[in-house]
C-alpha cells in the first residue's frame, strides 16, 4: 500500500467536498470493526469438538443441580431426625455415651485390642511366677508380721483402743448431762410460772374458756350459762 495516499495533506478534508466519508481505494481493502476488537471464542480443549463440549457443559449444569437436590434432602432428613431424637429423649450427651460404648466395644472386639490384652497376662504371669516377685512378696509379708507383732504397734492400737472407748463415754455422759438440765429446768418453780404466765396470756387473747366438749365461750356467755344454772325451776 502506497504511504503516501495515508498522509493528511493528500486526503480530501473539505466538509462540503462530495467525496467526504468516503475512504481512498487503498484503504477499501482494511477490514473494519465495529469500534472494538470482536472477542475471540475460546477453542475447545485438545480431542473434543464443540458438539461434544457443549454436551459435556450440559451434564455438567445437570450434576450440579442433582447435588444441590440432594443437600437440600439430606438437610431436610438432618431436620426430621433431631425432631425424632427430642421425641425420644435422646440428648446429645446421651448419644456421646453410646457413641463412646460403642466405639470401646469395638476397640474391645478389635485384634490389636485381643493380642494386645494377651500380651500382658503373659507378662504378668511371667513377673507373678518369677523368682524376684516371690522373694519380695515373701519380704513384705514377713515384715508386715513382724511389725503387728512389735511393741510399738500393740501400744499403739491399744492407745488408739483406749482413746475411742473414753470418747464415746465423754459423749455419753455430756448427752446425760444435758437432758438431766433439761428435766430439772422443766420441773423448776421459774419454768412453771412461765407455762402459767402462758397459759393466762393466751386465755386472755382467745377471750374465753375451752370447755370439755372444746367449744370457746366468751365470759359473757360463760355468765349467762352459770346464772341459767343456778335459777330456779
Do not use: C
Not at 93 to 118: P, R
Not at 155 to 178: D, H
Amino acid at each position: 500500500m502506497d504511504r503516501t495516499n495515508l498522509d493528511p495533506a493528500s486526503q480530501d478534508i473539505n466538509l462540503n467536498s462530495p467525496n467526504k466519508g468516503q475512504l481512498s481505494a487503498d484503504m477499501s481493502d482494511v477490514p473494519v470493526t465495529d469500534g472494538a476488537v470482536a472477542a475471540e471464542r475460546p477453542m475447545p480443549p485438545v480431542g473434543l469438538t464443540e458438539s461434544e463440549e457443549e454436551e459435556l457443559k450440559h451434564e455438567l449444569l445437570k450434576v450440579e443441580e442433582e447435588i444441590s437436590t440432594l443437600r437440600q434432602v439430606l438437610s431436610a432428613k438432618e431436620r426430621h431426625a433431631s425432631v425424632i431424637k427430642q421425641k425420644l429423649g435422646l440428648t446429645t450427651l446421651n448419644e456421646l455415651k453410646q457413641n463412646l460404648t460403642k466405639g470401646w466395644q469395638d476397640v474391645q472386639k478389635s485384634t490389636a485390642y485381643v493380642k494386645t490384652a494377651d500380651k500382658l497376662g503373659e507378662w504378668n504371669d511371667k513377673i507373678t511366677q518369677s523368682e524376684l516377685y516371690l522373694s519380695a512378696s515373701s519380704s513384705l509379708d514377713g515384715l508386715s508380721e513382724k511389725i503387728s507383732q512389735s511393741e510399738a504397734y500393740k501400744k499403739t492400737q491399744e492407745t488408739l483402743s483406749q482413746a475411742g472407748q473414753k470418747t464415746s463415754a465423754a459423749l455419753t455422759s455430756v448427752g446425760s448431762a444435758i437432758s438431766k438440765t433439761l428435766g430439772g429446768m422443766r420441773n423448776s418453780t421459774t419454768f412453771k410460772s412461765f407455762e402459767d404466765t402462758v397459759e393466762n396470756l393466751k386465755v386472755k387473747v382467745i377471750g374465753g374458756k375451752e370447755t370439755e366438749s372444746g367449744e370457746l365461750h366468751s365470759p359473757g356467755e360463760t355468765e349467762n350459762t352459770s346464772s341459767q344454772d343456778k335459777a330456779p325451776f
